[in-house]
């Protein structure tokens, strides 16, 4: 895969864009595990981030970088606010990196069957029970995935694309990619029985 030469604006504290930054730079002097998100408000996405975020400690040790990059501004200062993700964040307003990695975009009549789906359900009974919930503000027919490149940019370590909403890379991969042991767990989803659920 040819390395991008892309800009996303990076998010200071202040909540304001102060300059733009080359995608590759990121990966510059340490591996980089690039999280796309799909919406910063959607409930389904903060979750992963949360999940994805049991990662950060094992990343930092290891040298790897755990980065987000969302396609809008919207939403992001719930999102910081919430805690939902422990990486920095990065915002590409054109989507240009979006394209150019083929995350697919829905229209307005394939989002609706793709967000009702068996794996979304899964994962927002998780984000529930977590206490994650969301909100249908912004772009809601953009999809996400992840990208994990190797310092330098010698090598693209995984290239995923959403099929669905509800489709994540599992922790086991992310560390696997990388050749780093994680000393996390997976989120489970809760079981219930009758009107009792236990973690």
């Avoid at 930092?60 to 920095?88: D, I, N, Q, Y």
């Amino acid at each position: 895969m040819r390395m991008l030469l892309l800009c996303a604006k990076p998010m200071c504290s202040a909540w304001l864009t102060t300059a733009s930054v080359e995608l590759q730079s990121l990966w510059q002097d340490q591996p980089v595990v690039l999280f796309f998100l799909r919406r910063f408000g959607c409930q389904i996405c903060r979750w992963m981030a949360s999940e994805i975020s049991k990662l950060e400690p094992d990343l930092t040790a290891s040298g790897a970088a755990l980065v987000g990059v969302g396609p809008e501004e919207l939403g992001l200062k719930e999102f910081k606010e919430g805690g939902f993700f422990k990486g920095s964040i990065y915002i590409d307003e054109q989507k240009k990196t979006y394209k150019d990695l083929c995350f697919k975009r829905y229209t307005a009549i394939s989002v609706v069957p793709a967000a009702l789906g068996k794996k979304v359900r899964d994962i927002a009974a998780k984000a529930k029970a977590d206490g994650i919930q969301g909100n249908f503000s912004g772009d809601l027919l953009q999809s996400g995935g992840m990208l994990i490149v190797a310092k330098g940019g010698e090598k693209v370590l995984l290239h995923f694309i959403q099929d669905s909403p509800g489709d994540l890379v599992p922790l086991e991969d992310i560390s696997n990619a990388l050749g780093i042991s994680a000393n996390v767990k997976a989120g489970q989803r809760p079981v219930c029985n009758d009107d009792v659920c236990t973690r």
